[in-house]
């Protein structure tokens, strides 16, 4: 298995471009995630989706837009790219389980966005 | 939010044990206690979880206290490649990273 993959793993965009972030998991799980991790911080959490047509807003969602056609991708668009979007982000996924609070996330390797 | 409180940083030398603490002490009856690390330009790796017992895997164990206000994750032998920041959550269906403590794993 790869586990969770993202792509691209380096980006640099201008100010006011858009772009996609990619996230695919080979070990079909149910749910997955963005976060986006800004310099000696924590993880936040952007959206989340808990099975493929089903997506939820996380802690900062405001300048995405995530969609979930299949189980296996779950791409993140930046629409209007901000200087304040610059960060690392993190693609997760969990399987199902209850509760789900005793599950695991495995992480991708996460992406580098500058914005300037 | 529950919430967690960690030491920014601590300091280990290599093949010593490492106790890392973590409080929460407004933990709920339903939060799981979750421990992650980072290593440099890596993504969060899943270390170990629990909810009242003690728990162990290959990696660590995880110490709770009997009010779940505290716990410690215990690494037995550190290495080099130890060194990472490491994160204690609390988790009811949503995790929330804090700053975590980054570990130094001296030779």
């Known amino acids: 298995n790869a586990g969770v993959t993202q792509t691209p793993k380096f980006r640099i965009l201008k100010i006011g471009q858009s772009m996609t972030l990619q996230c695919t998991q080979d070990?079909?799980?149910?749910?997955m995630y963005w976060y986006r991790q800004d310099p000696g911080m924590g993880l936040k959490l952007i959206y989340y989706s808990v099975g493929a047509g089903i997506t939820d807003k996380g802690e900062v969602p405001n300048g995405y837009n995530v969609s979930r056609s299949t189980t296996e991708d779950f791409p993140l668009r930046l629409e209007l790219a901000a200087p304040s979007q610059t960060s690392v982000y993190f693609c997760?996924?969990?399987?199902?389980?209850?509760?789900?609070?005793?599950?695991?996330?495995?992480f991708g390797p996460g992406t580098r966005l500058t914005v300037t | 939010d529950a919430k967690t409180t960690q030491p920014n940083s601590m300091e280990s030398n290599e093949e010593e044990p490492v106790h890392l603490p973590c409080n929460h002490s407004?933990?709920?009856?339903?939060?799981?206690i979750h421990w992650y690390r980072q290593l440099p330009s890596q993504g969060p790796e899943y270390v170990i979880h629990?909810?009242?017992s003690n728990v162990n895997n290959r990696m660590a164990s995880l110490a709770i206290a009997e009010d779940r206000k505290s716990s410690t994750l215990i690494l037995h032998r550190a290495t080099l490649r130890d060194a990472a920041v490491y994160y204690c959550i609390l988790n009811d269906n949503d995790m929330r990273f804090g700053a975590g403590t980054r570990l130094t794993v001296k030779p």
């Open positions: 997760a996924s969990s399987p199902l389980g209850e509760p789900l609070a005793s599950y695991e996330q495995y």
């Open positions: 629990g909810l009242t």
């Open positions: 070990m079909n799980h149910n749910y």
């Open positions: 407004t933990i709920s009856g339903t939060d799981y």
